[in-house]
């Protein structure tokens, strides 16, 4: 089993440049989460997703957007780039909702 | 508002030298904490979720154990490979399932 799968890896972007970070779970899991990590701080929601169709704003969804149009993708789109938005993204997904989520290995961003 | 808070930052370990990791929590009704294992580099590994004060869950060296107030990671013995950083995370009754508020982890390493 692949798990969940975030593409790409690395990615260094312009100041207002615009991009979209790939992520794809073969689990048919219906919860599926974005979450960035910084230095000194804990994991923060972006966005989540409870099935095809569904996506809410999560702690941090400014200058982000989703879209979930089949179960096993859940891209993020980060539009007009600012420094602020260094960091790491992790997608995540979870069969129940209720925990014990499946995380991807990251996207390392870095705005510039 | 849910807080975690997890000690020490950072842990330096003999091989075979057990110890324990904190979480402490502020939550209104607790409904489940959770614990991860990061690799650098890598994203979350889930490890255990505990639901009640008094419940245990083992896992090889690794023995979760949860009060109402604070949860231990009790390391038995540890290896090298044990070396990584420790998320601790809880869900609370205000947010839903969604609402996860992750610490910012225990950075443990084992040195042979």
């Known amino acids: 089993n692949a798990g969940v799968t975030q593409t790409p890896k690395f990615r260094i972007l312009k100041i207002g440049q615009s991009m979209t970070l790939q992520c794809t779970q073969d689990?048919?899991?219906?919860?599926m989460y974005w979450y960035r990590q910084d230095p000194g701080m804990g994991l923060k929601l972006i966005y989540y997703?409870?099935?095809?169709?569904?996506?809410d704003k999560g702690e941090v969804p400014n200058g982000y957007n989703v879209s979930r149009s089949t179960t096993e993708d859940f891209p993020l789109r980060l539009e007009l780039a600012a420094p602020s938005q260094t960091s790491v993204y992790f997608c995540?997904?979870?069969?129940?909702?209720?925990?014990?989520?499946?995380f991807g290995s990251g996207t390392r961003l870095t705005v510039v | 508002e849910d807080q975690v808070t997890q000690s020490p930052e950072a842990l330096r370990l003999q091989e075979g030298e057990s110890s324990s990791l904190n979480c402490s929590y502020t939550?209104?009704?607790?409904?489940?904490l959770f614990w991860y294992r990061q690799d650098p580099g890598k994203g979350p590994e889930f490890l255990f979720t505990?639901?009640?004060a008094g419940e245990e869950k083992e896992k090889e060296r690794l023995k979760a154990t949860l009060t109402k107030k604070e949860s231990f990671l009790h390391i038995t013995a540890p290896k090298p490979e044990d070396s990584a950083t420790y998320l601790c995370?809880?869900?609370?009754?205000?947010?839903?399932?969604?609402?996860?508020?992750f610490g910012i982890g225990t950075k443990l390493q084992v040195i042979p």
């Open positions: 689990m048919n899991h219906n919860y």
């Open positions: 505990l639901y009640s």
């Open positions: 995540a997904s979870s069969y129940s909702g209720k925990g014990g989520y499946t």
């Open positions: 995370a809880v869900v609370g009754d205000s947010g839903g399932y969604q609402k996860v508020t």
């Open positions: 997703s409870v099935g095809a169709g569904i996506t």
């Open positions: 939550v209104s009704g607790l409904r489940g």
